[in-house]
């Protein structure tokens, strides 16, 4: 099992999320997120005087997939969030070891099944 | 001085009823004067404190807008007011006063440009020197040709260049609203049709239809925000950030409305200005309740935001009427109004991105209450040589035909208000189109009007974490590059999660 982290440019959520849900992944999180990198801060301005911000907002998505889907949703990942500006964002792939959905409390890979079309929420 | 002068002769006046006899009283003649003077300095009072409950409508506004807008659009709200607060004012004493209410033609006055103490305004029988209470009146005037000129930018919130406001905001305050006024009010060419004038108490097409008018022309060549309609061209819900804010605005426009509709009897006399506003109190109330009620029918759920327009949209349903009708006809065209907004805001969505429902409020409960007019105007309460409403020629002894006229001329000031405010809006907004440009770029309109037009969040800390802990880095970082690159922008609660 892979945890897919990906640090995006807001924009890009939409239609990574409806690709997803597309091809069967339904199960995402986003947080909020500031941060820094290659792409500068902002420089904002405050009654005359400037004020320079050394992060700037993001999202993270998180996705725990099969190891066997890991590429599908990195390169749709890829596919939405690259503008070839710089600030476009990073992924971290990170192993894991247990899964556990909370309402059945079956474990494993299961848990992490592409979903018949029938479950998924329209 | 002059005040206390006035009070010793009233006193000497009283003095020399109860003894006659006594050396040197009053005559009859000065007592009627100074009485006279009071009363008109009574009226006046009335109008300057009416003139404070108007101008304190462009805190509804803000509030209203910036309710209804995203976070990333809450500060420009704050500017675009004050700002054309401060142009309209200037306009309106240069140009706008001396179009409006400087006698002239049918069209446009012709005195009183650049108003200032003594000057002569009007011609002929009319003309008169400018006086404080002249001054004061002009003043009222100022603030609803502000009132009228915010009602226009509700369409354009999110994405309108900050420039459009400041030549838009010139031409409306000396030409466009005084055009209107002037046919109206000051004795233009809707003040007499065929012997009948035009019955518009406080401005439900004056004011409210004017200003919805030039957010139609605004909207149509600006066009939607981003995303507010999906590939298929449905449109998308992009909720404001903050329903609290919307309340807060409705209600002090409530409140100002009392100075509006109140203030426009001009006078103190009989204290007509009760039943002027128990009707604005009555017509609101229905309002409220017409919109929830049918937002409720539409979706089964109390629309906050709705309740919020069905005020407006009842306050501005009474407007023309305020001064015209019975307490018992106020609810109905409140209520009627709230209904109408509820329906209209839904159907004009479909096509066109109003974010705050200016054109249904003001547009459409605008029209309704300049048509209401004809159709519920008591005779004891009609101004000289108008019809009274339908309801009367249908139930009462009234004239029908007379009746059928006053709609009709009720009708014409619509149409009137509706070409002469559009032929000049799209005429202004497309010249700033074709120069300046009307609307923000794709990355300022994601990243937001404050950081992109004002530098500046109006929500720092939510998109900027704690300032106060800056490391003291180089604040080099991104500086010299003069305009900031736009941030991407912060979606909305629903959008996010």
């Known amino acids: ?122 | 001085m002059r005040k206390k002068m006035g009070l010793a002769v009233i006193f000497a006046a009283l003095a020399a009823l109860v003894l006659p006899s006594v050396a040197g009283a009053a005559t009859v003649g000065e007592v009627a004067g100074t009485v006279e003077e009071k009363a008109l300095e009574l009226d006046m009072v009335w109008v300057a404190v009416a003139t404070a409950l108007v101008f304190l409508m462009q805190a509804g506004f803000m509030f209203l807008e910036i309710g209804f807008s995203r976070q990333k659009n809450a500060g420009t709200g704050v500017a675009k007011i004050f700002v054309n607060l401060a142009l309209v004012s200037l306009a309106w004493w240069a140009v706008g006063y001396g179009v409006a209410e400087g006698g002239g033609n049918d069209f446009f006055g012709t005195s009183g440009f650049f108003f200032h103490f003594d000057q002569v305004v009007g011609q002929g029988e009319e003309a008169f020197n400018v006086g404080a209470s002249d001054t004061m009146l002009m003043l009222f005037g100022m603030a609803f040709c502000a009132v009228s000129l915010a009602i226009v930018w509700g369409t354009t919130l999110e994405r309108i260049k900050f420039g459009a406001y400041v030549i838009y905001a010139l031409v409306f305050g000396a030409v466009i609203y005084p055009l209107i006024a002037h046919a109206v009010w000051g004795g233009g060419l809707l003040s007499d049709i065929g012997g009948k004038p035009v019955m518009d108490f406080a401005g439900s097409s004056v004011v409210h239809l004017t200003g919805a008018v030039g957010a139609l022309a605004a909207l149509l060549l600006l066009g939607a925000r981003k995303g507010k309609y999906d590939a298929n061209g449905k449109p998308r819900v992009i909720p404001g950030h903050s329903m609290p804010l919307v309340g807060l605005g409705v209600i002090i426009l409530w409140i100002g409305w009392f100075g509006f509709n109140g203030g426009s009897t001009f006078e103190t006399g009989g204290a007509f200005f009760g039943e002027v506003m128990l009707n604005t109190q009555l017509a609101a109330a229905a309002g409220v309740l017409g919109a929830s009620l049918a937002v409720y029918v539409k979706s089964r759920s109390l629309d906050v935001g709705m309740a919020g327009n069905g005020a407006i949209a009842g306050l501005v349903g009474v407007t023309a009427p305020s001064g015209f009708i019975e307490y018992w006809a106020a609810p109905i065209i409140g209520f009627i109004a709230g209904l109408i907004v509820v329906y209209a805001v839904l159907a004009i969505d479909k096509l066109l991105d109003d974010p705050v429902g200016a054109l249904s409020a003001h547009g459409l409960a605008g029209i309704w209450g300049t048509l209401a007019v004809g159709i519920f105007a008591s005779p004891r309460l009609i101004v000289e040589g108008a019809g009274p409403g339908i309801w009367y020629g249908i139930f009462g002894d009234a004239s029908l035909s007379t009746a059928f006229g006053q709609l009709g001329v009720q009708g014409l000031a619509v149409v009137f208000t509706f070409v002469v405010v559009f032929a000049i809006s799209i005429t202004t907004f497309a010249l700033i189109k074709a120069t300046i440009g009307l609307r923000v770029s794709d990355d300022e309109e994601e990243a937001g009007l404050d950081i992109s037009s004002h530098g500046m969040y109006g929500y720092p800390e939510q998109f900027i974490p704690q300032p106060e802990y800056s490391t003291g880095l180089p604040s080099t970082i991104g500086a010299g590059t003069g305009v900031p690159t736009p941030a991407p922008a912060q979606m909305t609660a629903t959008e996010t999660r």
């Open chain 1, 1 to 122: 099992m892979k945890k897919i982290e990906a640090f995006i440019r807001h924009e890009a959520f939409e239609p990574i999320r409806a690709e997803l849900l597309d091809k069967g992944f339904p199960s995402l999180s986003i947080i909020e997120a500031k941060g820094s990198g290659r792409q500068k801060g902002i420089v904002e301005k405050y009654r005359g005087s400037t004020l320079t911000v050394n992060v700037r907002p993001k999202l993270k998505l998180e996705v725990v997939v099969e190891d066997k889907d890991k590429g599908l949703v990195v390169e749709t990942i890829l596919k939405h969030a690259r503008t070839g500006e710089v600030g476009d964002g990073k992924i971290f792939v990170i192993p894991v070891e247990e899964a556990i959905r909370i309402r059945t409390g079956e474990d494993g890979e299961p848990v992490l099944q592409v979903h018949e079309d029938s479950e998924i929420p329209t």
